[in-house]
């Protein structure tokens, strides 16, 4: 293995699920947080994904034999899906409980965590800030060899890359929620991302059984949301425009393109509150008559009605029967 040490900085929702699938791939996992308080509001989480994932393990146990089987299964905790038996599966189950319990550190204290480390995974909040503030505060304590990754979603690593002591051994490694499904891992340097540094992160990336997806250039959004935005943008529009229910267009995508879910159903799974916000940074969100501004007051109505998707329960769609 050629990165031991893995350190990822924040303990939120990706920061669990990074650190939990580093683990699970045998890697020795660090997570610097900034105090006993957030070391506590980690632990809940780390149990709650490292329970999800082994029972998504489980689970896999009765798609075999299923023809359906091969599109279904947890890609980021089975390597192959041909020739996969229970027993195989036991064993993955087996040794995820032993990297769980064994490989998994939380550290306050910044110089201790990230010592001897090969790459840090910085995903914290979405906030330019307290980014910044971390690169500061890491970049003297970093040991010469560590590659430094952001999994930020929406900023761009040239932002960054001169508070981080080492701009070459810098760029982004963006992962998508439940990674241990959505094994993608988009990689994306800045100009002076060293070429070699950037290979090795994507050696990384396949180590920890995700696939890696190669941007050749900076990209706002990268590959996924360079599409996906646009996508559910348009799906909405035709929606507050009334041109078509929810239903329907779901249903015209589905049936026109074999894809398995609509529009619809991805934005109750992506929340309608990220969704909303995304549609209030265009420019004519305030400006009434306009299609952005209809879009924002249909998804406020839901918002405030408590239906932003599927983790509460109902959104376009109702998941309480
Ligand atoms: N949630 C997603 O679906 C998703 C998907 C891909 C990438 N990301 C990216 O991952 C990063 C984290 O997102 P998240 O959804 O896990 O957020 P989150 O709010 O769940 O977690 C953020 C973490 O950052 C920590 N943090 C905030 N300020 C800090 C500071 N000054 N010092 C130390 N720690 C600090 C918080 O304590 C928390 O543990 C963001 O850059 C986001 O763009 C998120």
Redesign the pocket.
């Known amino acids: 293995m050629s990165f031991a040490k893995v350190v990822v900085a924040?303990?939120?929702?990706?920061?669990t699920q990074i650190g939990l699938m580093c683990a699970y791939t045998g890697h020795d996992v660090t997570f610097w947080l900034?105090s006993e308080s957030?070391i506590e509001r980690?632990k809940p989480k780390l149990e709650r994904y490292s329970k999800l994932m082994l029972d998504d393990l489980a689970a896999a146990k009765s798609l075999i034999g299923n023809p359906m089987g091969a599109f279904l299964y947890p890609r980021g905790l089975i390597r192959s899906w041909d020739g996969i038996t229970a027993d195989m599966i036991d064993q993955l189950i087996a040794c995820a409980q032993k990297y769980f319990a064994e490989n998994i550190h939380l550290e306050v204290d910044m110089a201790k965590a990230v010592a001897d480390a090969d790459i840090v995974i910085e995903?914290?909040?979405?906030?330019p800030k307290?980014k910044i503030?971390?690169y500061t505060a890491m970049k003297d304590l970093l040991p010469e060899k560590t590659i430094l990754c952001t999994?930020?979603?929406?900023m761009l690593p040239s932002t960054f890359a001169e508070y981080t002591g080492r701009p070459a051994k810098y760029c982004a490694l963006?992962?998508?929620?439940t990674i241990w499904k959505n094994n993608t891992a988009e990689i994306m340097g800045h100009p002076g991302t060293d070429p070699g540094v950037y290979d090795q992160v994507v050696k990384f990336a396949a180590e920890i059984n995700m696939v890696p997806l190669q941007l050749h250039k900076e990209q706002p959004g990268y590959i996924l949301n360079s599409m996906l935005v646009p996508f559910l943008s348009a799906a909405q529009a035709l929606y507050a425009n009334e041109v078509a229910d929810p239903e329907t267009i779901d249903l015209t995508w589905q049936l026109a393109t074999g894809a398995p879910a609509g529009p619809f159903r991805i934005l109750d799974i992506v929340g309608l509150e990220t969704a909303y916000n995304i549609n209030q940074m265009k420019p004519d969100a305030a400006t009434p008559g306009t299609t952005t501004y209809k879009i924002g007051q249909l998804l406020k109505a839901k918002i405030d009605k408590g239906e932003t998707g599927v983790n509460a329960g109902r959104g376009f769609y109702d998941y309480t029967k």
């Open positions: 924040g303990g939120g929702v990706l920061g900034r957030s980690t995903s914290m909040s979405e906030d307290a503030g971390v999994n930020s979603s929406t963006h992962f998508a929620n």
